[in-house]
C-alpha cells in the first residue's frame, strides 16, 4: 500500500511526523579531562539509544530531511492495510445480505437493511477499534522516543560523575604518592627535624617532673631526653653500702 493511500486516521499527528531520524545527542565534552573507560560507557550508551530510537522511527514513521516527505511507519501500513481488508469483508457481508434477499423477494423491504447492518455490524467495529488503538499506540512510541534522550542525558551525567570521582581519587593517590599530604612520612620527618631545631635553641619549655616542679636544665655532656616533655635524671651514684639511699627508698632524686 502506498504512503497516500493510508487513512489520515492511522497516521501520526502533524507534530508527531517532525520527529526527527537523528536522536540529536548531545556531543562528548571536549576536554582533555576524559578518560577511557568513560569514553568506552558513553560509546555503548549512545549506540544503544540510537539503535532503540531507530526501531521506534521504524514503526511510527518519520519526515525524510531531504524531501520534506513523511515516511509512514510499521504500524500505519499495517494498520491501512488491516482496514482497507474489514472494510472489503464488510462490503462483502452487505452483498451476501442483498443478493440472499433478491432470491428471496425481499429486495426492497426494510428486512433487508437490517439483516445489512447485522452482517457489516462485526467488521465495523473492529475498523472503530482500529481508528482508536492505532493513535494511541503512535503516541505512546512517540513519547518513548521523546523519552530516549532524557534517559540518555541521566546515564551521561552519572557516568561523568563517576568519572570525575575517579579523577580526584588518582590526584589524592598521586599527592599522597608525592608526600604533599598530611601525616605522609616525608611531613612527620619535617616535624621531627623542626622539633630538633627549637631544642638547640634553648627555647623551648623543658615541661615538667613528676613532682609538678620544672625540669632543671641539663649538665654539660649530658644526652638529651627523645621527648621535649619528658622528664630529666641524673644518674644515680651509689652509695658505699651497696646501692643509693634513694634507691632503697623507692625514688629517685633529681639531681
Known amino acids: 500500500m502506498s504512503s497516500y493511500a493510508i487513512p489520515t486516521a492511522y497516521l501520526p499527528t502533524a507534530q508527531q511526523q517532525q520527529i526527527n531520524r537523528n536522536p540529536m545527542l548531545p556531543q562528548v565534552p571536549a576536554t582533555g579531562d576524559i578518560d577511557s573507560q568513560y569514553l568506552a560507557e558513553e560509546a555503548q550508551l549512545r549506540s544503544q539509544v540510537a539503535k532503540n530510537y531507530a526501531d521506534i522511527l521504524q514503526q511510527i514513521g518519520y519526515t525524510d530531511p531531504n524531501t520534506g516527505q513523511f515516511i509512514p511507519g510499521s504500524i500505519s501500513v499495517q494498520a491501512g492495510r488491516q482496514a482497507e481488508d474489514l472494510q472489503r469483508q ?5 452483498e451476501d445480505v442483498t443478493n440472499q434477499a433478491q432470491q ?12 445489512i447492518a447485522r452482517a457489516q455490524q462485526p467488521y465495523q467495529t473492529q475498523l472503530a477499534r482500529l481508528g482508536t488503538d ?6 505512546g512510541l512517540y513519547e518513548q522516543a521523546a523519552g530516549l534522550i532524557d534517559q540518555y542525558t541521566l546515564q551521561n551525567n552519572l557516568y561523568l560523575a563517576a568519572m570525575a570521582q ?7 593517590q598521586q599527592a599522597l604518592a608525592q608526600g604533599n599530604v598530611g601525616g605522609s612520612p616525608q611531613q612527620q620527618q619535617q616535624s621531627i627535624s623542626d622539633t630538633g631545631d627549637v631544642l ?7 615541661g615538667t617532673n613528676v613532682y609538678g616542679g620544672p625540669n632543671p636544665s641539663p649538665a654539660a655532656g649530658t ?3 627523645s ?4 622528664p630529666y635524671t641524673a644518674p644515680i651514684t651509689p652509695n658505699k653500702t651497696g646501692g643509693s639511699a634513694n634507691k632503697r627508698q623507692g625514688i629517685f632524686a633529681i639531681h
Not at 166 to 172: K, Q
Not at 200 to 206: F, K, L, P, S
Request: aromatic share 2%; net charge neutral.
Open 200 to 206: 638547640a635553641t634553648g627555647n623551648e619549655d623543658m
Open 223 to 225: 644526652t638529651l631526653p
Open 227 to 230: 621527648s621535649p616533655t619528658a
Open 134 to 139: 492505532t493513535p494511541v499506540q503512535i503516541g
Open 104 to 115: 428471496a423477494g425481499t429486495l426492497f423491504s426494510g428486512l433487508r437493511a437490517r439483516d
Open 90 to 94: 464488510s462490503d462483502l457481508a452487505a
Open 166 to 172: 575517579r579523577r580526584a581519587a588518582a590526584i589524592a
